[in-house]
């Protein structure tokens, strides 16, 4: 099973979910009490909190197929605007509730406390699952820290254990907790307009050209330079000479998230050697030290030598604007489901959104962005939300896979 699940991992995506799921395949389940280096934007007090590391390969092969690809007809269930944030393969999450409400709330009516221990109480429900409870807790996977309380729901496949969470949820709604229990998706809004336009059939169109002239004369234009894979220097390169070449006012990075755009403004405006300048182009260091650095198996390197900080060191010296695209927050990524179709969906808006209306701009991120099948990629939401924007694509990666 470790190796099917990893051979899912590997193949179906270059996320950052996926990609580190490939090196935690083999994460035993361990649990330890300690504080967690920082708490989710989704709980509203400082508590310490008990770190939760559940079984990655027991939560995950629930979704696989035999061949140890996800099950493609799950995807579809989750494709949907979520008023709650959902669950992390079965495990749901929850507001901080102490332990005493917990079992006052759902026993005896609905449940029967079968196991407790420092850290969670298990509830046997009379529909017949099982549900262990973490309060105050941090879910700890993929080698990441999601400050956020969870219960783990059982099911031997993902349809049992879907079924399951919302038989959960549902008890929670019927008693007038949700407000206690569930948290609002922060992307709500955001999912209803990708709810309503994932119903379209066209696809923008993209011109595919490497003549760099054709696209400058363009007032208001988006080239597109995919990523391939996550840590693939030779697309950085592709940009560079983009870059280079070309006549851009401005470039919107995955790689760069929206809460790190106060520090691009100052990088942006502030003159090359000045104090402004330096202490910002030191922050992006700092970022670039941590984020998207070793991806794709490559070794860790400095902030400096990160080639994504190349990138924006070259787009600064080219006059060129940096934009961070990616507002999806690793709640949302983990408990919204943010690595499937729909959730890929709703980032791929985002980043249309968080581009500059008007001038030349350059796009730079993975491919799945671009070339999904379905008419939701970056590009279809300008045609729709910005149809003045003509867009262009580098010859080298073509975006064969649009129908």
Same mark, same amino acid.
């Given at each position: 099973m470790k190796k099917l699940i990893n051979k899912y991992i590997t193949?179906?995506?270059?996320?950052?979910? #996926?990609?580190?799921? &490939?090196?935690?395949?083999?994460?035993?389940?361990?649990?330890?009490?300690?504080?967690?280096? +920082?708490?989710?934007?989704?709980? +509203? /007090?400082?508590? *310490?909190? @008990? #770190?939760?590391?559940?079984?990655?390969?027991d939560l995950i092969k629930r979704y696989l197929s035999p061949e140890g690809f996800m099950d493609p007809a799950f995807p579809p269930t989750v494709a949907y605007a979520r008023e709650y944030l959902e669950d992390f393969y079965g495990a749901q999450a929850i507001a901080d509730v102490s332990r005493e409400e917990i079992i006052a709330?759902?026993?005896?009516?609905?449940?029967?406390?079968?196991?407790?221990?420092d850290h969670s109480v298990t509830l046997k429900f009379k529909e017949g699952f099982t549900a262990q409870f973490f309060p105050n807790s941090t879910l700890a996977a993929l080698g990441m820290n999601i400050g956020i309380s969870h219960v783990v729901v059982n099911g031997d496949h993902w349809e049992k254990s879907r079924a399951n969470v919302k038989a959960l949820t549902d008890i929670i709604k019927s008693i007038?907790?949700?407000?206690?229990?569930?948290?609002?998706? !922060?992307? @709500?809004? *955001? *999912? $209803?307009?990708?709810?309503?336009?994932?119903?379209?059939? +066209?696809?923008?169109?993209?011109t595919v050209t490497s003549d760099l002239d054709l696209v &400058?004369?363009?007032?208001?234009?988006? @080239?597109?330079?995919?990523?391939? #894979?996550?840590?693939?220097? $030779?697309? &950085?390169?592709?940009?560079?000479?983009?870059?280079?070449?070309?006549?851009?006012?401005?470039?919107?990075?995955?790689?760069?998230?929206?809460?790190?755009?106060?520090?691009?403004?100052? @990088?942006?405006?502030?003159?090359?050697?000045?104090? +402004?300048?330096n202490q910002a182009r030191q922050e992006l260091i700092d970022y670039f030290a941590e984020a998207w650095n070793g991806r794709g198996g490559k070794p860790k390197t400095s902030g400096e030598?990160? =080639? =994504?900080?190349?990138?924006?060191?070259?787009?600064?010296?080219?006059?060129?604007?940096? =934009?961070?695209?990616?507002?999806?927050?690793?709640?949302y990524i983990f408990f919204g489901y943010g690595e499937t179709m729909f959730g890929g969906a709703m980032r791929s808006y985002q980043w249309?959104?968080?581009?500059? $209306?008007?001038?030349?701009?350059?796009?730079?991120?993975?491919?799945?962005?671009?070339? /999904? !099948?379905? !008419?939701?990629? #970056?590009?279809?939401?300008?045609?729709?939300?910005? !149809?003045?924007?003509?867009?262009?694509?580098?010859?080298?990666?073509?975006?064969?896979?649009r129908k």
């Open positions: 193949t179906t995506a270059t996320s950052a979910l #996926v990609m580190t799921l &490939a090196a935690c395949g083999a994460t035993a389940e361990t649990q330890t009490a300690e504080a967690a280096p +920082e708490v989710s934007v989704a709980q +509203e /007090t400082q508590v *310490e909190r @008990y #770190v939760h590391t559940p079984n990655i390969i709330d759902f026993t005896p009516k609905f449940a029967e406390v079968t196991a407790s221990d007038g907790k949700e407000a206690d229990y569930l948290l609002k998706n !922060p992307f @709500y809004a *955001e *999912e $209803k307009i990708v709810e309503d336009h994932i119903k379209k059939t +066209e696809h923008a169109e993209v &400058a004369k363009e007032e208001d234009s988006l @080239y597109i330079v995919q990523e391939s #894979v996550h840590g693939n220097r $030779k697309d &950085a390169d592709i940009l560079l000479e983009v870059m280079r070449k070309g006549k851009f006012d401005f470039l919107g990075m995955e790689m760069l998230n929206t809460s790190e755009q106060h520090i691009l403004d100052r @990088y942006n405006q502030a003159e090359i050697g000045s104090p +402004e300048f030598e990160n =080639y =994504y900080f190349e990138i924006c060191e070259a787009a600064k010296k080219a006059g060129i604007d940096i =934009y961070g695209i990616e507002e999806a927050t690793l709640e249309s959104e968080n581009i500059p $209306k008007e001038g030349r701009g350059l796009i730079f991120g993975g491919g799945a962005h671009f070339r /999904t !099948p379905h !008419p939701i990629a #970056v590009q279809d939401y300008l045609a729709t939300f910005n !149809p003045k924007v003509k867009v262009f694509s580098n010859a080298e990666q073509k975006h064969k896979d």
